[in-house]
């Protein structure tokens, strides 16, 4: 996804960055479970391809929200984190989000 040039407001900013179904998934994922590799995020998250996976990844990863380390070796190993700058940061905003939604399905019940 291409960032724009201007942005009215930083709020606006971070939606483009986070929009689309899967990257607060993502995040909060690999929030609860510090390191993972691709495989173990594609289990946690039910429903997203290796392909759509991938691509959420590299997004995040050009957005600094993400990282990942390759070990040497064979067979090849990758763990993908959250960068401690933004991407703890949002999953804070995402923990509080969540909370709200949990509210909004107790009242719905």
């Not at 994922?29 to 590799?37: F, I, R, V, Y």
């Amino acid at each position: 996804m291409k960032i724009r040039k201007v942005y009215t407001c930083p709020l606006e900013l971070v939606h483009d960055l986070l929009k689309g179904k899967w990257k607060t998934v993502i995040i909060y994922q690999l929030g609860h479970l510090k390191t993972a590799s691709l495989s173990q995020l594609e289990q946690s998250i039910k429903g997203i391809s290796q392909k759509m996976l991938l691509e959420q990844l590299n997004e995040l990863r050009e957005y600094k929200i993400v990282d990942k380390i390759n070990y040497p070796g064979y067979p090849l190993k990758v763990e993908y984190f959250l960068t401690e700058t933004k991407g703890y940061k949002i999953l804070e905003a995402l923990k509080i989000m969540q909370e709200v939604g949990r509210e909004y399905i107790d009242e719905m019940s």
